[in-house]
């Protein structure tokens, strides 16, 4: 199973090398390199444990503070930034049209790159990151600051993110009302993975993936290994209860769902055939991905099924 200090030694060279490229290419501005990575536009700031934090949010155009509203979290990858991976996953019209708070929050620097520690401290762990705490504390900055409806926040994320997003289902469950990962893996959590209510999980990911492999390999957990326990968990069984195929885009999806089981909820995984390792758009899946986003979260708060 891969540990943390060769997950990051492995990430820089096959991710922030083209993702540095994209970045490069796409702006000019400069990145700090310290621990305090950032330089977001228009970022709000939490102080954690000595850090500026930062942050972006987006509120409905008829945000109405009288109104407790679902919160989205939406996490780049490792070397991402905040303000890119909002360009690149943007869901500001979603929460427009549908009525939710969206965050993208800025990983802290490890090494010079952004990332998310999304394992516990521990002798393997390079990071020493406190980002399931940063986490609850931005919830409650969050909360604090507009009327937010605290049964309905939800994680989502990509690569890095996506893990991360695994971790705060583990460990941050009593604040998650479900969550998803986009080309992301599940870290080898389940000796220390308690959460405190069945977790709705919605997974992306293409068969294709050289960064983290579909099937996994010596250093990175499977993505069957997540499906396996997060159905054995919530008790969802181990077929799906249903299947469909999707072949409006560039590439062939097939979807299974997963249950329901305790409290109603379910497991949603959509198999990019030859998909790679992307936040998908909708030329490549033949449907708009952060629809099927917010549609898998909406059904579902804190109790399971709505």
Same mark, same amino acid.
């Given at each position: 199973?891969? &540990?943390?200090?060769k997950?990051?030694?492995?990430? #820089?060279?096959?991710?922030?090398i083209?993702? =540095?490229?994209?970045?490069l290419? *796409?702006?000019t501005?400069?990145?700090?390199s310290g621990? /305090?990575?950032?330089? %977001?536009? !228009?970022a709000?700031?939490l ?7 930062e942050?972006l949010?987006?509120?409905? $155009?008829d945000y @109405?503070?009288?109104e407790a ?11 991402g930034?905040?303000m ?10 979603l ?9 993208y929050? $800025?990983?802290? *620097?490890l090494d010079? %790159? ?6 516990l401290?521990?002798?393997?762990? #390079?990071?020493?990151?406190e980002?399931?705490?940063f ?5 409650? /900055?969050?909360s604090?600051?507009?009327? +937010?409806?605290?049964e309905?926040v939800?994680?989502c994320?990509y690569? !890095? ?6 971790a705060l289902? *583990?460990?941050?469950? /009593?604040r998650?009302?479900a ?6 893996t599940?870290?080898d959590?389940?000796?220390v *993975? ?17 960064v983290?492999?579909?099937?996994? @390999?010596s250093?990175?957990?499977?993505v069957p ?5 997060? &159905?054995?968990?919530?008790? =969802?069984?181990? &077929?799906p209860? $249903? @299947?469909?195929t ?6 062939l999806v097939?979807?299974? &769902? ?5 409290? $109603? +909820?379910?497991l949603? =995984?959509?198999?990019?055939?030859q998909?790679?390792h992307?936040w ?9 991905? %952060?629809e ?10 804190? @109790?399971?099924?709505r």
């Amino acid at each position: 199973m891969m &540990t943390y200090a060769k997950y990051y030694r492995f990430i #820089k060279g096959v991710i922030i090398i083209p993702l =540095l490229f994209f970045m490069l290419s *796409c702006s000019t501005e400069n990145k700090n390199s310290g621990s /305090e990575c950032g330089d %977001n536009q !228009n970022a709000l700031i939490l102080n954690h444990n000595g850090l500026n934090r930062e942050y972006l949010v987006h509120l409905p $155009q008829d945000y @109405n503070a009288s109104e407790a509203l679902p919160v989205v979290f939406n996490l780049h990858g490792y070397g991402g930034y905040a303000m890119d991976h909002l360009a690149y996953a943007d869901m500001r019209s979603l929460a427009d049209r549908e009525g939710f708070i969206l965050i993208y929050p $800025q990983g802290s *620097c490890l090494d010079g %790159n952004p990332h998310w520690n999304s394992f516990l401290s521990g002798p393997d762990n #390079k990071s020493d990151a406190e980002d399931i705490d940063f986490f609850s504390a931005l919830i409650d /900055e969050i909360s604090s600051t507009y009327n +937010v409806d605290l049964e309905r926040v939800y994680f989502c994320g990509y690569s !890095n993110g996506g893990m991360m997003s695994y971790a705060l289902a *583990c460990a941050l469950s /009593e604040r998650v009302a479900a969550m998803g990962s986009i080309s992301g893996t599940m870290l080898d959590w389940p000796e220390v *993975c308690a959460p405190t209510h069945p977790m709705p999980v919605i997974i992306f990911h293409g068969t294709n993936d050289e960064v983290l492999p579909y099937e996994g @390999n010596s250093e990175w957990s499977s993505v069957p290994y997540a499906v396996n326990y997060w &159905t054995e968990f919530n008790e =969802l069984g181990a &077929t799906p209860s $249903q @299947n469909q195929t999707f072949s409006g885009g560039s590439r062939l999806v097939e979807y299974e &769902t997963y249950g329901p089981g305790l409290n $109603q +909820v379910s497991l949603d =995984l959509y198999r990019v055939i030859q998909g790679e390792h992307n936040w998908f758009d909708t030329s490549t899946l033949g449907f708009d991905m %952060n629809e099927a986003l917010w549609d898998f979260f909406n059904r579902y708060d804190i @109790n399971g099924l709505r």
